[in-house]
Each structure stands twice: as C-alpha cells, then as structure tokens.
C-alpha cells in the first residue's frame, strides 16, 4: 500500500453509545455529523437480530436513506449475549451459528458490506485447541454462508476478559489461514490492539492487506473511550494507518463506564474533533499533541 490522505469521509456513524435513546435520535445526531455510512450495532430495540425479519430490515434500509446514509456493517451483539460459536454446548453453538446465519440475510436486505464476527470463547477449563477448533469451523460455515449472498465478513480480535481465542494479531492471521476464505478479514480495535500489547504495524505485519475496517476508539489502554479521554496515541495510530494506505472505514465504537448512554452526542462530538484535528495535522506534517506514552497493561494469556 502508499501514503494515503485519510479523511472524516472515512468515519461512519453507529448507534454504540446510543441504547437508551431511539434510533431516530441517533441518526439525527450522526446526519449532523456529516456521516453517509452507519455501522449498525445489533441490539434491542435498535436491531433485535434475533427477533428482526426482512421486512423489518427493509424498512430500517429505508429509515437509514431518509438520513442520508447507508449500512455498512452490521454488528450482532456477541460477547454480551448468549452467543458464542466456540461454545462447548452443542446446541447453543448451533443457535449461535444459525444467529449469524439470519443476519446474513438482514446484510443483504440492508445492503450492508460487511458481517461482523468474532471469535466466541471456549471454556476456562479445556484445552484451547479443542474450542478452536469449534470457533474455526464455525466461522468457516459462516463465512462460506455469506459468500453465497456476496457478503464480506470481518473478525475482530478481543481483549483476553472477553475470548480466550483470537486475542492478537498472530491468531487472527493464524484463524484466516484455516478458515480460508477470501471474503474473511480483519477489524483492527485500537483498544484491543493495545491491551494486548500490540501497534498498528504489528497488525499489519501479521495480516497485510486484510485490514478491512477499523474500530477507532481511546483507552486507558481499555475501556472504548471518547477521544482524548484515553492515553492511546490518536495522532500515532492516524499516522501509521496513512502510511500502510488504510483506505477503509473507521468507527468509533464508545462504551466507558457506560456514562456516554446519557449524552452520546457530547461524547461523539468530542472524538469527531479530536480526530479531526490529528487529521488535519498529518496533512500538514505537524505535530497538534505531544505523543502519549502507554503504560504497561498485563493481560492473562
């Protein structure tokens, strides 16, 4: 890849940060934020996959267009609920599958590019290798399912709290080689990649051109903060993302403590400036903050 311009273009809306408010609210904030593409999350009341039908997808589609954006992404809930395709239960790993399964066709009523996937999380107390195992075959299926509806599916590596599976960047590589399919790639969660200890060029040395999308979000290094409210280094990560020619989209995935459910406007606008001005500076070549350190962060492997 070359030096590419990144540019707000490149932030989509999203509705984390907005459970306690309607959908309709959101998307009036994010039209005013200029957006055009819109990760949805999937969770009730916004995008209850596992209650949602094609109509309802269809008329969501719809909803979306009347502000002036698209679907990009759909994002069903997976560490919070009970979805896991790692699951040592038979049947909960069927029900699981089949979850994806559904919102496969949701994506294509929606329109949107991508699945969002992850790992799931085998037991505690069994070998890894063996949930692995489930998790691969899985996303296999899964991934191969969506190729029928030509639909691009993207795995996220998560925090150790959250998966004992893909955690870095060598597992993802590790998990695309053995699922091999060519519409499954990778979105890079700053927050992620720092807990675990890793940078953008980690990531983009262990999985070259399949960074597909981009969760763009502060910490300490954890906690999927508003931007500056973390110490990652927004201005590091924007520059080493124009460098590899990172020309896909970003979001910016807010949780905290939960305290931005209350004004998710206020928390969104502070992380649109911020990354606006980092922004702006690297097309200049000047330095808007001073680079921030971030301290050690030990996590369970």
Avoid at 121 to 137: I, L, M, N, Q
Avoid at 205 to 223: C, E, K, N
């Amino acid at each position: 890849m070359t030096q590419a311009q990144l540019g707000m273009h490149q932030l989509t809306g999203t509705n984390f940060a907005y459970q306690h408010h309607s959908l309709e609210r959101c998307l009036r904030d994010m039209a005013q934020f200029g957006r055009r593409h819109f990760e949805l999350w999937g969770i009730a009341p916004h995008a209850d996959i596992g209650t949602m039908d094609l109509q309802e997808a269809k008329s969501l589609a719809k909803l979306l267009d009347s502000y002036g954006m698209s679907a990009l992404c759909l994002t069903p809930e997976q560490v919070a609920y009970p979805v896991n395709v790692a699951s040592p239960e038979p049947g909960l790993r069927k029900r699981s599958i089949d979850h994806f399964k559904h919102a496969v066709h949701l994506c294509s009523v929606l329109g949107a590019e991508f699945l969002f996937l992850t790992s799931g999380r085998g037991a505690e107390d069994e070998p890894k290798e063996v949930a692995w195992e489930r998790s691969r075959d899985a996303l296999a299926e899964i991934a191969a399912y969506s190729d029928r509806y030509g639909l691009r599916c993207l795995l996220e590596p998560l925090q150790r709290v959250e998966s004992n599976l893909v955690i870095h960047s060598e597992h993802a590589a590790r998990m695309l080689e053995e699922v091999g399919s060519p519409n499954l790639g990778v979105c890079l969660d700053t927050v992620a990649m720092a807990a675990a200890g890793e940078t953008v060029e980690t990531y983009l040395s262990a999985l070259p051109d399949r960074i597909w999308h981009v969760h763009l979000v502060d910490g300490t290094p954890t906690g999927h903060l508003a931007w500056p409210e973390g110490n990652l280094d927004l201005g590091a990560i924007l520059a080493s993302l124009a460098r590899a020619g990172y020309t896909g989209m970003m979001t910016i995935e807010l949780f905290g403590s939960g305290q931005y459910a209350l004004a998710p406007q206020m928390a969104f606008r502070r992380s649109f400036e911020a990354i606006e001005r980092e922004m702006a500076a690297l097309a200049t070549g000047a330095n808007s903050t001073p680079a921030k350190r971030v301290p050690g962060y030990r996590q369970f492997t």
